[in-house]
Each structure stands twice: as C-alpha cells, then as structure tokens.
C-alpha cells in the first residue's frame, strides 16, 4: 500500500490509506494486497543477505588485530553506507517488477473493445510504440518481459539514483544507531557488575526485548530520514521511458531538470510535494 500511496498521489489530490485499501479490494479483491509478494520475498532475502554479509566482512577488518571487540560508530556508519549500496544494485530490479504488480494491483483494467471500436485507427502511442498495450493484466502477468522488450535491460535499474542515496542512508543511520545503543546497553548493564569487566565478552548476552527495541527504533530513525528518497524512487520507476527516447536524450545531451542536490540524488522537481507521502506505512 505503501507504493501505491506514494504512486497514485497528485498535485490536487492526496490519496489516504483507506482509498488505496478500498480501490485495491474492489479491483483485484484481497489478493491483490499481496502483488509482487514472490519478487518481493526474493528481493529482499537477497538484499538482505548481502547488506549483512558486506557489513559482517567491513566490520572484521575493522577490528582486526584490536584486543576488544568494539566497533565505532563512525565505523559502522561508513560500513552501513557501504552495504545497503551493495544491495539497493541487487534488489532494485526486483523491486520494479513489485513495483508494477502492486501498482497493476490497484488500476482498472479498460474495457473490450467494441467491433467499431477495433476497425477505428489506433491511437498514435500504439503506432509508434509496436506491441504498446494499455492491459494492466498483461503488465502485472509480465511486468520484466514488457519493461525490458520497451526500454531495454537497463530499465531494470530505473530509479538507481535515488535507490542508492535512500539506501546508503538508511544503512549509515541503522547500523551507526544500533552500534550507539548497543554500546550503551552495556555499560549500563556493566555498572553494576563487581569487579567491571574489561571486554565485552566479560559482561554476557543482553535482553532480547531490550536488543529488539533498540534494533526496531533504529530502523524507524532510519526509515524516517529517508523517505522522501524512498518516494523518490517508487515515482521514478513508474516513468516509462522507450530506448529511442534515452538514445535521443544521449545524443542531445539532456540534462535532468531541478537544482543541483535534485540532480544528484534523482529527485525530479514535480515531485517536490509528495516527497513525505506514506511516511508512516515506512516507518511501521
């Protein structure tokens, strides 16, 4: 739900969760509230194994040859950076395909066309565009074989810009605040101890509702900073843009509109106020 928010929001119309839940049951029924799950379920089990492997291999180098234990938080904010841009590059292309299923999810499908209808000239898109088909059915059932036979395998990575800058800052303040908090955990359970340790190791497991709370708060902090990002993205990878299209704009070397800070991180200027839509469904 959270994608469709931020997808089917406009400049005169802001579209809440019970409109999006309401659309979504009378189009696709329940079901649809778990389109993509299988891309999304193989995305993220990716991603995941690879934001945390990359994180586990940077932070051994970093207390490698030290006698504790500890990693900085500055340290673990650079490992963060670096592992969820290792996975914001596997995850993305699983992430369109979800993308389309749960957008697919919640538009109407149009109408069969009458007989008249069919012997009428098609419409200049379909001339131009062979194989160009409005079927949000089609889409839904084939989402990559359509995006990469109209714009290429590199459309798979649409929206890679602001994926990477929303996922490097997730990653940097998640790990960075959980570190902080750890290390906090254990010097309060520490002060009580008689004599005080003088590792880590010395001062025993931690509270697994107390690890939970500090991880889940952690992940909200996160989550919060960089949702504008993460809106960023979901509307850029709803921009189809044909391979003669690119081409035209390599050659003529385009430049992206907006300011400078919108350039670099692939915020486009018209989505300036939709930026913060389903903050709260991330957050959660």
Known sequence: ??????????????????????????ISGYSGLYSGIGW???????GLGVRFGVYE????FYKDGREDNYVHVSKALMAGFAACSVESLVS??????????????????????????????????????????????????????????????????RGLRPGLVRDSIFGGIFFSSWQFFHRAMLEWKAVGMDPIPSF?????????????????????????????????????????????????????????PGKRFERLTGIHPADRNFLMNGIWLRML
């Open 40 to 46: 999304s379920i193989t995305g993220r089990a990716l």
């Open 1 to 26: 739900m959270d994608y469709n928010i931020q997808v089917g929001s406009g400049s005169r119309k802001q579209l809440s969760m019970a409109q999006i839940l309401d659309r979504i049951r009378a």
């Open 200 to 256: 880590d190791e010395e001062i025993g497991p931690l509270s697994p509702v107390a690890v939970s709370l500090a991880a889940g708060v952690s992940g909200l902090v996160a989550a919060a900073a960089c949702d504008s990002l993460d809106t960023a993205k979901s509307r850029s990878q709803c921009i189809v843009l044909p391979k003669f299209v690119s081409m035209e704009r390599k050659y003529l070397r385009w430049n992206r």
């Open 92 to 157: 993305s292309p699983f992430e369109l395909i979800k993308l389309c299923a749960q957008v697919a999810s919640a538009s109407r499908i149009p109408r069969h066309p009458s007989i008249a209808e069919m012997n009428a000239v098609p419409p200049l898109i379909s001339r131009l565009l062979p194989g160009y088909s409005l079927d949000m059915k089609a889409i839904s059932n084939s989402a990559s074989r359509c995006v990469v036979s109209l714009e290429g395998w590199g459309a798979l990575w």
């Open 57 to 60: 291999i940077l932070t051994a």
